[in-house]
């Protein structure tokens, strides 16, 4: 796995068009990018705009509760677990409420292996340790939208 920060280089790489990425949908998800740092929801959101989807941005959990009023529902979240205000967590929680069901990609500095025990092998949830790599970012939203859909999942 390569260290190199998930941050953009001077190349302007993230404003060129890209094809379909293996693994991913292109062109329906609607994708919520939740952090406190600026920098992290730009990036992110440059790079799921280069894929075709839609993508909404919030710097707090507030912010990103406020999108439930918009017409664009997201299908899946990547969310920061620890911001001021209402955490990672806490706005999973109330936007999975809302919303029924939502795949989400949890990210943050520290170390998240007792909420990856929470939620078990859900295949809906996965976990990202910042610093990380384009690719960790594309493999955990892989892992997310290509789990079953809500309708399966309640029927086990």
Do not use: Y
């Not at 998930?6 to 329906?28: A, C, I, Y």
């Not at 609607?30 to 790079?47: C, Q, Y």
């Not at 706005?91 to 943050?108: A, D, I, W, Y």
């Amino acid at each position: 796995m390569s260290t190199r920060p998930f941050v953009p280089d001077t190349g302007n790489e993230f404003t060129r068009p890209t094809p379909e990425v293996e693994g991913l949908p292109s062109g329906s998800p609607t994708v919520l990018m939740v952090d406190d740092e600026p920098m992290i929801v730009e990036v992110g959101r440059h790079f799921l705009l280069r894929l075709g989807w839609e993508v909404l941005t919030a710097h707090s959990g507030e912010s990103a509760l406020a999108h439930l009023d918009d017409a664009r529902r997201p299908t899946a979240a990547v969310i920061d677990l620890n911001m001021p205000g209402i955490d990672g967590l806490e706005t999973f929680e109330r936007l999975q409420k809302r919303l029924g069901s939502l795949s989400v990609v949890f990210t943050s500095g520290e170390d998240m292996a007792s909420l990856a025990r929470h939620f078990g092998e859900n295949p809906r949830v996965a976990f990202l340790q910042k610093p990380f790599t384009l690719g960790d970012f594309k493999q955990a939203l892989a892992e997310v939208l290509d789990g079953p859909t809500a309708d399966a999942a309640q029927a086990d």
